[in-house]
């Protein structure tokens, strides 16, 4: 079980600078698109179930295109595919296949219908991409976006060729599933035309916690979420998440759910979170499975937001797909979308924006401020698996988001149903998106495309004029140059902004400003005395604002900002640049911060969730990533050692009151998954995290031993490990928890983000040799490889261990599995902020794995964009 390793080692000398990848494989570009010459009306499936010698047999009902050119070849998409036999209309064909499809000439195609069969070999255990038919813990599965259905059988595998499947099964297996409705053992029909990405099976030794779930029209709906024998009793929240979801699509946008029977499985081997499978999602099965004792409040969160995701799908996705995969974000943009804003309905809509933000900037804005950076509508790419990124789903969330905030809730339901009625059963595109807002509204929305086309986050700066009553504020933006985008024109901006007196009171309130030109200046009358602005509310546009602003402003707004977004962000701003400053400039933690916080901290009147996340620091990434956008480098050392100081300072501010704090946030009886609940576990573990910096750990080790839930335990080991008392607690944890494989996964990760930067490769080191670190598994492979990335100081060590030993690993996995090889990746994505030394040192190993042998297309492209 021990992996083979190639072990990284000091005295390895720095390979030498190639100029750049071996092989250039070819892009695609949108501009190129055809539509496909033919129409594929119906698919029959046969699948002879074998973990080596699976045969699949298909029989493809085609006509002549009439969009299309006539007389043109038909090409097949095929990989790692054995073709037995060949036949059009029952005649068998001699075409030899090549490596990536199938070609049958116009000359052997009939003019009229016809019905093409196929049939091939594939082998789904060794398949360890985890694309296309595959086997994890015993069972079947299939995963096919975006172009994994080649893998399975030739076919015309892209989004805008729909059609109706039946589907079979031959397999011992006891249960047996596809999309659609069932017409028997292993035999499925869905009669709702579809692309063959959102084709799915499974068939496996399985469990079914079962529910069912009565539609808005009356249609009763079986719903199943299958699981290995065990974890049955893991299904319960993941089930009444799928329950509330698709009340809500109901009630929101009016969508009801199609089929008799709606089944999710979960999966321990999977490349993503979880896909969207026609009437059969597929979950990673972190993303399903949860109880108290193994499950933190962040993970029940994400199930439910992702069951949610998934099932939303239905309607944004499914049966209304994408033309073609730059149009990706038209799904994705959406359906987080949506799944953001039932996750706010759900919980608080204040704190899931701060969430949502957070990331966004974590995510968004580091891609877009590196060489990674594409448009939400990019208009190439090599590899379409690489472009499942934080700018299609976060962003493109984001751009709807501006949508709406421009042509107003009602306009913004109307062109939703427009959308539905106009283009339900079609492969769409964002052109056909914007139309639908266009003529529900009457707006022009070309100025607003920019944002789909335009990489690069805006930056807005922000300066303000008073005299004689009149306010005046002058916005100006700035659309930076990103890879392959030099010159930008202005966007179209809407910039939220309220007015608040010097009592804290809102003269003006919330008012949507829109910013369609360079520099705009926008008055307000009749004012009394210079107003307090809060700009920028519910963060209104994915942007940098700039805006020169006195602690004494940002401490104002902390204590009386009526918008929580905007509350939360004078906070967070004046902690940053308390932060920046630290790190420039060194010195102490000035009164007015720790007050403001203190103040905020013990506010009875505030939610403990939001209270928690003003206690928490910007994260040392995101002060890289402020420092280099203000024209500094960047010392990641610095960075951790401010960050630590700054903590310290606040623990000792708050000390005599943090007792009492975390004693009144125990959450005793039964656990309780709800927001109000998981709110006070965040407060009390972020009042227990300062506490560490003066009792030693001694509270967190109490915390730990009265722990009744995996939120309290897994923080107070967090805890503990942060100030370096955690080594008996982390081996007790792991021979608790030993034969859980996702809880495993926790234990694992937390021993890399903790570890001290001088530490953390030799840390990682030693856990890649440990019997348990499967490294084929990609959750196991991300708790350890992809946590390395997440700390650092110690990712960025001056050493360059951790750049060493990343690139090792990507260099490992990508043979086999070159999809999660790729993404990982982008934990180099940062480096043209770092110093030269640091710049040598990560653009030496992007060449050395650019210099492999045989690299995957994937990462292929990633490291040739990252090396520019
Ligand atoms: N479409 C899936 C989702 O919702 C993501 C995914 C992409 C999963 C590719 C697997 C492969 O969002
Ligand atoms: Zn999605």
């Not at 690069?456 to 700066?461: A, F, W």
């Not at 750990?697 to 309290?712: D, P, R, W």
Request: negative net charge.
């Amino acid at each position: 079980m021990v992996p083979d390793l190639t072990t990284p080692s000091r005295e390895r000398p720095l390979p030498v600078q190639t100029s750049s990848v071996q092989t250039s494989p070819q892009a695609i570009l949108l501009a190129d698109y055809q539509p496909f010459p033919f129409l594929l009306d119906h698919v029959a499936l046969h699948f002879k179930l074998h973990p080596t010698q699976t045969r699949v047999t298909a029989r493809l009902s085609f006509a002549p295109n009439p969009a299309a050119k006539p007389g043109q070849d038909m090409r097949l998409d095929g990989e790692n595919l054995i073709l037995h036999a060949l036949s059009l209309d029952g005649r068998t064909l001699a075409h030899t296949p090549d490596a990536t499809g199938l070609t049958i000439p116009a000359a052997d195609l009939p003019d009229g219908p016809f019905v093409l069969e196929t049939e091939v070999e594939i082998s789904p255990e060794t398949n360890t991409s985890l694309d296309g038919l595959y086997m994890s813990g015993g069972m079947y599965c299939t995963q096919c976006e975006a172009q994994g259905f080649r893998k399975i059988t030739y076919y015309p595998d892209r989004p805008d060729v729909m059609a109706r499947f039946d589907v079979t099964m031959d397999t011992d297996m006891p249960v047996q599933l596809s999309n659609g409705n069932p017409t028997g053992l292993g035999a499925w029909h869905d009669p709702w035309p579809k692309p063959a990405y959102l084709f799915a099976l499974v068939a496996g030794d399985l469990v079914a916690h079962s529910d069912t779930f009565t539609t808005m029209s009356g249609r009763k709906v079986a719903l199943n979420i299958y699981v290995r024998p065990g974890d049955e009793g893991k299904c319960a929240y993941a089930m009444d998440s799928l329950i509330r979801s698709m009340k809500w699509d109901e009630e929101v946008y009016g969508r009801e759910y199609d089929l008799d029977i709606f089944n999710i499985v979960a999966v321990d081997d999977f490349n993503m979170g979880a896909m969207e499978n026609k009437g059969l999602n597929i979950f990673n099965s972190k993303l399903v499975l949860a109880t108290p004792e193994t499950a933190t409040d962040d993970d029940y969160a994400r199930i439910e937001a992702v069951i949610a995701h998934e099932y939303f799908h239905n309607w944004t996705g499914n049966r209304i797909t994408c033309r073609d995969w730059f149009q990706l974000c038209l799904k994705e943009g959406l359906t987080v979308y949506r799944d953001q804003k039932f996750s706010g309905d759900m919980r608080s809509h204040a704190v899931k924006r701060i969430e949502d933000v957070l990331a966004l900037r974590a995510r968004q804005f580091r891609e877009d401020g590196g060489p990674l950076a594409h448009a939400v509508r990019p208009d190439s790419y090599v590899e379409i698996n690489n472009f499942y990124t934080a700018t299609i789903y976060e962003k493109g969330a984001e751009v709807i988001g501006m949508l709406r905030a421009l042509v107003g809730d009602e306009g913004y339901a109307k062109a939703l149903n427009l959308y539905f009625d106009r283009h339900d059963g079609q492969a769409a595109t964002i052109e056909d998106w914007l139309k639908v807002f266009e003529d529900a509204t009457g707006r022009d929305l070309t100025q607003f495309k920019h944002w789909y086309t335009q990489a690069g986050t805006p930056h807005l700066t922000v300066t303000d004029d008073f005299k004689d009553g009149l306010y005046t504020l002058t916005i100006e933006q700035k659309n930076p140059a990103a890879p392959g985008q030099a010159s930008k024109d202005p966007k179209v901006i809407p910039v939220a902004v309220g007015l608040l007196n010097s009592d804290g009171a809102e003269v003006v309130p919330t008012t949507v400003l829109e910013l369609t030109q360079e520099r705009q200046s926008f008055a307000f009358e009749g004012l009394a005395s210079r107003p307090v602005p809060s700009i920028l509310r519910g963060f209104s546009a994915p942007v940098i604002l700039e805006r020169e602003s006195s602690a004494e402003e940002r401490a104002f707004l902390l204590a009386h900002d009526t918008d929580p977004f905007n509350k939360w962000e004078a906070g967070r701003a004046l902690a940053k640049d308390v932060l920046m400053r630290k790190v420039i400039a060194g010195g102490d933690t000035p009164a007015d911060w720790l007050t403001a916080v203190e103040t905020v901290t013990f506010d009875e009147t505030l939610d403990p969730a939001f209270r928690a996340l003003t206690l928490r620091l910007p994260g040392e990434d995101d002060i890289a990533q402020s420092l280099h956008a203000a024209g500094h480098v960047p010392d990641p050392a610095a960075i951790h050692s401010a960050r630590r100081a700054m903590q310290g300072g606040l623990a000792g501010h708050l000390a005599k009151r943090l007792p009492a704090l975390i004693d009144g946030l125990q959450t005793p009886g039964p656990f309780d998954p709800g927001a109000v609940a998981a709110g006070r576990r965040a407060l009390r573990l972020a009042a227990l995290a300062l506490m560490a910096r003066l009792d030693g750990g001694a509270s967190a080790q109490v915390a730990m031993q009265n722990a009744n839930s995996m939120t309290e335990e897994l923080g107070a080991l967090a805890i503990l490990l942060d100030v370096g008392q955690g080594d008996d607690a982390a081996a007790a944890f792991r021979l608790k928890w030993q034969g859980d494989r996702l809880v495993m996964d926790k234990w694992f990760g937390l021993q890399v983000v903790s570890a001290a930067p001088d530490r953390v490769a030799q840390i990682t080191d030693a856990l890649t040799k440990d019997p348990d670190f499967d490294w084929k598994n990609p959750n196991r492979f991300r708790a350890v490889i992809a946590s390395l990335a997440s700390n650092h100081a110690g990712f960025h060590h001056a050493s360059g261990d951790s750049y060493r030993l990343l690139a090792d690993w990507l260099i490992k996995l990508d043979p086999v599995n070159p999809q999660t090889a790729a993404r990982m990746s982008t934990a180099f994505e940062t480096w043209p902020r770092y110093d030269a030394d640091r710049q040598a040192l990560i653009r030496a190993e992007l060449a050395r794995i650019a210099a492999t042998p045989n690299l995957s297309r994937n990462l292929t492209e990633m490291v040739g964009r990252m090396l520019g």
